[in-house]
Structure formats: structure tokens, C-alpha cells
């Protein structure tokens, strides 16, 4: 019997499956068949087969997605030598702190950064940009910091579930009239997970009713304690309107940066990451990258996720043309094949042939395995798990999203799971928010291996959608009962869930009809699935559920109408729920039992 970890394929038949474990595949057919599993030796194998026929030799089988182990082998072919050259302490040089800037919307992220960006002071470059990359670099005596530009932490999120670490340091910008609100508190809970230092911007000091110190004591309440406090979380007070503080921040960013003591070395060929990509009429694929060490030139042959090339051209932040890319500095790359994933990795193969190999090697396992590589580097936490690693004798950490529809339903919810840990089981919240669950939730999730419970709110279409194809777990409960007796099954490894929730269909409400002797009807549009007399509903307002039910009235036209289907009009009339207003959500489901685990 091989001993140690054994790779494979999902979807390998038993004539690939017998030889890895020094078995024929008339072995593998005949313990299948006592099991009462009908395959043949070409037929593809689930994975419960393969993990079946693995524990029954005692074998440690690791499942991979088709083409990954290929994939596997050319980059340790390929790429091995190149480790070592990153590991030469003699070459390593510090580099420039790479910036992210979050915050709550409105709370002046995008005039800091001008400002910022203006303040540059090397001579003829303020105001000197002439295309916007997604990041750029600004030198401040005589220091480059770089500064990326992201559309918000989502985006942070995102290329932090796909294993990019690309922020060293993140800067929170909170107004100082406004405090902190939901989406400061969502930015707090993603630098935290992403384990990188904190420097709070307290902007907008230059308004009359700035308060400061009620900015800095919110923040205290949510672990971020100020120096001034005897914490250790840098505060800056500025003005992105005038300009005050901006030179303070910049200070502050560069002193935490020789703090981390931030290193890379420029020697050996280059290795970075894809901050966004696109189709560009005239230019081709072109790939916004920061790199992360070595240095990218012109004409060198790259591979990022699918995608390869040879570099055509290098463009930096102020849109002129460059020989080479140092470590940390962000340029516009153009000369790939495909535009690649945000998040993928770039490098920079020994020649062009060993780039389209590989990166026809990833095009084919994406293929294969059915999904987007975005979508494939991590998932969520499931509860059934949990027991698993309480049983290695693990101290298990169960990390949970939790959103409420209300701020004391929140508090009521953390207090009375808190109460269920243990010494084996500890609970760790990776984010508390009030509202229904969406995307960004479903991203945090799946970057912080979360499961996400929700309380008295649904997930929206898009939320669901993402969940299903990142593998992140949705719980979601209108009894708090309910919610602890699962979350302490599955500490003590007895969760089984008889009953599964389907949705079945999803409509919205574009206009409100008052019917005399009837009541409230309303004009709805099927967005998915479908409508049927008679089904279980939910009435969601902005992802929160104010009301279940059933319909009793279904229409089409001024006909009656037994289903409706997504992308038609139909009029709903609800059992005994008449508070109906424009851009509500109507969700049908059905509860169908399954078998207990």
C-alpha cells in the first residue's frame, strides 16, 4: 500500500483509480458492487466512491479538480528553481508599503485619495496623470508609497479568498460628523481577517459639527483602541477638502511600513498579482498587476491564471510607457492571450512555450472542473464539519457571518451563542451586520472559511447564486431556539437537519393595486423560477422578512393563472398581508425533506 498523501482526479474511473492504490480495476468494481454501487471500469466515479474504496485500503487520497495535478507538475518543473531564488536574503531590499483605502461610502475615500495623489512632490508630477490604472504611486520625501484603488472591500475581499495578499497596510477613512456606520464596521471586519495593520483617516475635520472623540470612542467598541487611548491603532485627523493632515498620514503609513520591515527582492524574474483586467479596443488584453518581487520587462513571457503572453508594452500610473516594474510598483501589462482573473497570479516563465503550456494546462482544468478559477481557490465552513475537527482532538474554531433584521435581535443572537462556547469550541465572529445577506457577505465568507447564519433575513439571488458556487454555507433562522440547537449539535457532532428549504421562485413588486372587497393585490415580475398558486412565501423589504404566508390569488392578465414563469407579469393577492409597497420581494419556497446524515 503507498504511503503518504495520494492524489486524485475527481471523476477518475476505476481503471485510473485501481493502479494508485496498487489495485486492479476489477478490485475497485467488485468492492463497489458489495457496496451496491453498479459502475463499470470506464465509468466515472463520484467522489464518495473514491473516498469509499480509499478508507476501506486505509489510504490517505487527496481529490483534485481534472488537470490540476498536471498543472501541479509543470509549475514545480518549471518554477522550482526560481524559489530558491527568492529566498537569497542578500537581495532583498526594502520596498514601498502597498495601501489599500476603505471605508463607509461618503466618507470622502475618493477625495483623500486626489488629494493624495495631488500631493505628490516630485517636481511636474501633481496633477500629472493622465489615465487612472486602479493603483498608483506617490512619492512623499523622497518614499514611494503605492496606493490601490479598489472599488471597495469587496474587491479587497475578493482577491483575498483567491489567496492574493497583496495590502500591507490598510487605511480607514471615517467622517468625523458622521462616525462609524455599517460599512466601516464591514471594512474593520475584512482588514482584521486579512490580518494586516490598521491606520484610521478620521476625515472631514474641517466641518463644523466634526466630533472626533465620538469617532475615536465607536472605534474603541469595535477593538480598535487609539495610541491616545493607550491602544495601539494610529489615528490621523484630516481634511481631504484642504489638505490638513495629509502629510501626517503619509508619515504615519511610511513609519508602520519600516515597522514591518517590508522586503522583496528586484533580482530573478518577476512574480505579482492581477488587480483587474479587461478587453481594450485598440490595446487587446490588458492587466493591471502590482509586482511582488523581481522585476518585470518588456518582452518577458508572463503567465497569470488561463492567460499567456510575451509583455508588448509596460504602462505605469501616469500613463507613460516604462522598460521594467520594480517590486510593489503597479503597472498596466499588455501582450496576454485572454484578459486573466483579478486576483491571479503573475510570473514570468524562462520562456514562451513554457507560459502557453501552463497556461493552456489551467485553461483545460477550468474546463474540465466546470467553474471559474475565481471561484475555486476557497469555500466556506459547513457546520458538519465542526465535529470532525473536535474528534482530531482540535481546538475547533467555527468562524460565522451573522446578520439580523435588527440591531437587539444582532446582540441577542451574539450573547446567546457566545454563551454555547467551550474549551474544544470556540465561536469567532468574522462580521455582525443588520440587514439581509449579500454578496460582500458571501465573499467574507468564503475568504474567512465562514458559515453565514441569518437571522429573521434572506440571502438576495445574487448572494444565493455566489454561495452555490462557492461552496459557502447559508443557515438561516426565524426561531433563536432553533439557530442554538443546530450550532450546539454540531459541537457535539449530532446535527441532522430533516428538512431542506427550496426557493422556488422570486418576483418583485412594480405597482400596488387597491381592489374594493378584495384588498391590496400586487403587480409583480417574475425574476426567476416561478410563481405557483397556493405556494409558502416570504415577504422580504430590503432582504428582511416582515411577513410568511401563502398566495391565495394568482393572475395573468385578468385570467387566472395556476403558475407564472421568470420574465412575465402576473398579479399576487397574499393571505391577510395588505402592507404592499413598490420594489418589496416576494420569495416562494418548499420544504422537502432529506435523509439524515
Known amino acids: ?84 531564488e527568492d529566498e537569497r536574503e542578500e537581495d532583498l531590499r526594502p520596498r514601498p508599503p502597498v495601501v489599500t483605502v476603505m471605508g463607509h461610502v461618503d466618507h470622502g ?22 489615465q487612472h490604472i486602479g493603483a498608483y504611486q506617490v512619492t512623499w520625501q523622497g518614499r514611494a508609497v503605492t496606493f490601490i484603488d479598489t472599488p471597495g472591500h469587496e474587491a479587497f475581499t475578493a482577491m483575498r479568498a483567491r489567496g492574493a495578499e497583496v495590502t500591507d497596510i490598510v487605511v480607514l477613512v471615517v467622517a468625523a460628523d458622521d462616525g462609524v456606520m455599517p460599512q466601516t464596521v464591514e471594512a474593520i471586519d475584512h482588514a482584521k481577517a486579512a490580518d494586516v495593520p490598521i491606520v484610521v483617516a478620521v476625515n472631514k475635520m474641517d466641518r463644523p459639527d466634526a466630533n472626533p472623540d465620538r469617532v475615536l470612542q465607536q472605534l474603541a467598541e469595535r477593538g480598535l483602541v487609539p495610541e491616545a487611548w493607550g491602544g495601539d491603532t494610529i489615528t490621523v485627523q484630516v481634511s481631504a477638502l484642504d489638505g490638513t493632515g495629509v502629510d501626517e498620514l503619509l ?28 478587453l481594450e479596443a485598440g490595446r487587446g488584453p490588458v492587466a493591471t498587476a502590482i509586482i511582488e518581487s523581481g522585476t518585470l520587462r518588456v518582452g518577458d513571457p508572463v503567465v497569470a491564471g488561463a492567460a499567456w503572453g510575451r509583455v508588448k508594452a509596460l504602462v505605469d500610473d ?4 516604462v522598460k521594467e516594474a520594480l517590486p510593489s510598483m503597479p503597472v498596466q501589462v499588455l501582450g496576454f492571450s485572454e484578459p486573466p482573473q483579478a486576483g491571479d497570479e503573475l510570473r514570468v516563465a524562462k520562456d514562451l512555450t513554457t507560459a502557453r503550456t501552463l497556461g493552456e494546462a489551467r485553461a483545460q482544468r477550468f474546463r474540465l472542473s466546470g467553474h471559474l478559477p475565481a471561484l475555486s481557490a476557497a469555500t466556506g465552513a459547513r457546520l458538519e464539519d465542526l465535529f470532525e475537527q473536535i474528534q482530531r482532538g482540535e481546538t475547533a474554531t467555527l468562524n460565522l457571518v451573522l446578520k439580523a433584521d435588527v440591531q437587539g435581535s444582532l446582540e441577542a443572537v451574539t450573547e446567546s451563542l457566545r454563551k454555547l462556547e467551550r474549551e474544544d469550541v470556540k465561536l469567532s465572529f468574522v462580521h455582525r451586520g443588520v440587514g439581509g445577506i449579500t454578496e460582500n457577505d458571501v465573499q467574507l465568507a468564503r475568504a474567512s472559511n465562514a458559515t453565514i447564519i441569518g437571522f429573521n433575513v434572506r440571502p438576495d439571488r445574487r448572494a444565493r447564486e455566489l454561495a452555490a458556487t462557492s461552496d459557502v454555507e447559508i443557515r438561516t433562522y426565524e426561531i433563536i431556539y432553533k439557530l442554538l440547537e443546530d450550532i450546539e449539535a454540531a459541537m457535539l457532532g449530532m446535527l441532522t ?65 395556476r403558475e407564472v414563469q421568470s420574465g412575465f407579469e402576473c398579479g399576487i393577492g397574499l393571505s391577510d398581508y395588505q402592507d404592499l409597497k413598490e420594489g418589496d420581494v416576494i420569495e416562494t419556497f418548499e420544504e422537502r425533506e432529506i435523509a439524515r446524515s
Open 251 to 278: 508619515g504615519q503609513i511610511t513609519l508602520v511600513a519600516e515597522v514591518e520591515e517590508l522586503q522583496a527582492s528586484p533580482e530573478g524574474r518577476a512574480r505579482g498579482t492581477v488587480l483587474e483586467a479587461n
Open 109 to 130: 475615500k475618493t477625495l483623500l485619495l486626489d488629494r493624495i495623489r495631488h500631493s505628490n512632490v516630485v517636481a511636474g508630477e501633481a496633477g500629472g496623470i493622465t
Open 497 to 561: 437537519p430533516d428538512t431542506e428549504e427550496v426557493v422556488t421562485g422570486e418576483a418583485e413588486v412594480r405597482q400596488v393595486f387597491r381592489i374594493p372587497r378584495v384588498g391590496a393585490v400586487a403587480g409583480c415580475y417574475v425574476r426567476e423560477g416561478k410563481i405557483t398558486r397556493g405556494s409558502k412565501v416570504r415577504f422580504l423589504r430590503e432582504g428582511v422578512v416582515i411577513w410568511r404566508g401563502t398566495i391565495t390569488s394568482l393572475r395573468r392578465f385578468k385570467e387566472d393563472a
Open 318 to 321: 501616469r500613463g507613460d510607457h
Open 1 to 84: 500500500m503507498p504511503e503518504g498523501e495520494i492524489i486524485v482526479e475527481r471523476g477518475s474511473t476505476a481503471r485510473d483509480l485501481g493502479p494508485k492504490l496498487n489495485r486492479s480495476a476489477g478490485d475497485v468494481v467488485r468492492f463497489l458492487l458489495l457496496q451496491g454501487e453498479m459502475v463499470t471500469a470506464t465509468q466515472s466515479l463520484t467522489d464518495d466512491m473514491i473516498e469509499l474504496f480509499a478508507a476501506e485500503l486505509g489510504a490517505d487520497v487527496r481529490l483534485v479538480d481534472p488537470g490540476e495535478e498536471r498543472e501541479a507538475e509543470l509549475l514545480a518543473k518549471y518554477f522550482e528553481d526560481e524559489e530558491d
